[in-house]
Nanobody
Framework: QGQLVESGGGLVQPGGSLRLSCVAS??????MGWYRQAPGKQRELVAD???????NYADSVKGRFTISADNAKNTVYLHMNSLKPEDTAVYYC???????????WGQGTQVPVSS
């Protein structure tokens, strides 16, 4: 339990779309989500999804990003549309165990938004 492997990052033009994937090892988690960290800034929550299906989004991505999960595959996705240069960051997958005792992080995937 606790290994998170992200994929799907890469250079995208403003207005473009990208889908990030995160595959988690082990059993179900209480909440899985995506955080991002831009150069010179603190890491911030982008979106998360609980095992109940409840979703939470940062105001800056509402209406543009969608988080979803495939519980059978222990995978969480971040669908990003209408990308802006200010979305440029390293995106990290995050998972919290059902016991709430453990928090896991992926290695991060770069998403540069530039023309």
């Amino acid at each position: 339990q606790g290994q998170l492997v992200e994929s799907g990052g890469g250079l995208v033009q403003p207005g473009g779309s990208l889908r990030l994937s995160c595959v988690a090892s082990g059993s179900m988690y209480y909440v899985m989500g995506w955080y991002r960290q831009a150069p010179g800034k603190q890491r911030e929550l982008v979106a998360d999804i609980r095992s109940t299906g409840d979703k939470n989004y940062a105001d800056s991505v509402k209406g543009r990003f969608t988080i979803s999960a495939d519980n059978a595959k222990n995978t969480v996705y971040l669908h990003m549309n209408s990308l802006k240069p200010e979305d440029t960051a390293v995106y990290y997958c995050n998972a919290t165990s059902c016991s709430l005792l453990y928090v896991y992080w992926g290695q991060g995937t770069q998403v540069p938004v530039s023309s």
